[in-house]
């Protein structure tokens, strides 16, 4: 079990994918553009590449954890991850309906 404070550090965000386009040379990664609002833009990798296509993730409104370090990917600096189920066929948690871009989910 986590406590409430360790769980409080994990910093989780509404973000609108503005751009999404595959990884050159990765058949699994795919390179978002996530507008946060007042957050800004971060550049976010996702393995995700192998279930979705870019187009299927392009224009969604889906949650972030916005605060890990980031991590380089095939050159890129990813700064978050997309949250998703754990399954044989993911699917990634949307933000709730008329959720702005940057809104914090607790």
Sequence with gaps: MISFEDFSKVDIRAGYVEECTKVEGSVKLIRLIVDFGEL???QI?????EFFT???VQGLTALFVVNMTP????????EGMIMGTEE????ILLA???VAPG???I
């Excluded at 990798?45 to 590449?49: I, K, S, Y």
């Design 54 to 56: 870019p187009e299927q």
């Design 71 to 78: 991590r380089k990917l095939m050159g890129f600096e990813s």
């Design 88 to 91: 044989d066929l993911p699917k």
């Design 96 to 98: 709730p309906e008329g």
């Design 103 to 105: 809104t914090r989910i």
């Design 45 to 49: 990798l996702t393995a995700l590449g």
């Design 40 to 42: 800004g833009k971060k």
